[in-house]
T-cell receptor, first 115, second 113 residues
Framework: DTEVTQTPKHLVMGMTNKKSLKCEQH?????MYWYKQKAKKPPELMFV???????INESVPSRFSPECPNSSLLNLHLHALQPEDSALYLC??????????????FGEGSWLTVV | AQSVTQLGSHVSVSEGALVLLRCNYS??????LFWYVQYPNQGLQLLLK??????LVKGINGFEAEFKKSETSFHLTKPSAHMSDAAEYFC???????????FGAGTILRVKS
């Protein structure tokens, strides 16, 4: 079962709100990722967690705060976002630390609209 | 640094015709190469990947791709297009020992009846 589950599928939030995106996988994967995808653009890597530790932060603004409570769960906490942060946020996971050769499995994404 | 170039942001083919989506990569080390498909309002689904070994890789839904090191290419083909193939296709590359998957800009495939 190659499934990455993301909730919510759609989220509308104001610029002063605090919200969270959630991601779950039960494939025994030890690497989890957050990607951001703007309309008509490819996904861009935001964060990588490897064995529940943050291993890559692609210079993402601090208004995005990732959290990996355990090996199956990945959260993205959102606070004081800007309208330009509206995008599809994709969670993904892979078997090992690197994406080198390991297939990265993506969830369906969470559509975020900041108003 | 790695990079991926997908030639043609939009490709249109007739149903039953050959599909050819082009991808060229740049990598300082032997790359791992991937093709993903994204249907409207959905996440990304892996079509196929090249790691090592056979350079002709077969994937799901009748797609295949050939790794050509001399041409730094990894073009995606399908002999006969189906209406359900209409989607956006992303080529991606990762370093052998890296954590990053770098995507091309994507190619939107339109299939005409």
């Amino acid at each position: 079962d190659t499934e990455v589950t993301q909730t919510p599928k759609h989220l509308v939030m104001g610029m002063t709100n605090k919200k969270s995106l959630k991601c779950e996988q039960h494939m025994g994967h030890r690497a989890m990722y957050w990607y951001k995808q703007k309309a008509k653009k490819p996904p861009e890597l935001m964060f990588v967690y490897s064995y529940e530790k943050l291993s890559i932060n692609e210079s993402v603004p601090s208004r995005f705060s990732p959290e990996c409570p355990n090996s199956s769960l990945l959260n993205l906490h959102l606070h004081a976002l800007q309208p330009e942060d509206s995008a599809l946020y994709l969670c993904a996971s892979s078997l090992g630390q690197g994406s080198s050769g390991n297939t990265i499995y993506f969830g369906e994404g969470s559509w975020l609209t900041v108003v | 640094a790695q990079s991926v170039t997908q030639l043609g942001s939009h490709v249109s083919v007739s149903e039953g015709a050959l599909v050819l989506l082009r991808c060229n990569y740049s990598s300082s080390v032997p790359p791992y190469l991937f093709w993903y498909v994204q249907y409207p309002n959905q996440g990304l689904q892996l079509l196929l990947k090249y790691t090592t070994g056979a350079t002709l890789v077969k994937g799901i839904n009748g797609f295949e791709a050939e790794f050509k090191k001399s041409e730094t290419s990894f073009h995606l083909t399908k002999p006969s297009a189906h209406m359900s193939d209409a989607a956006e296709y992303f080529c991606a590359v990762s370093e052998v020992y890296g954590n990053k998957l770098v995507f091309g800009a994507g190619t939107i495939l339109r299939v005409k009846s």
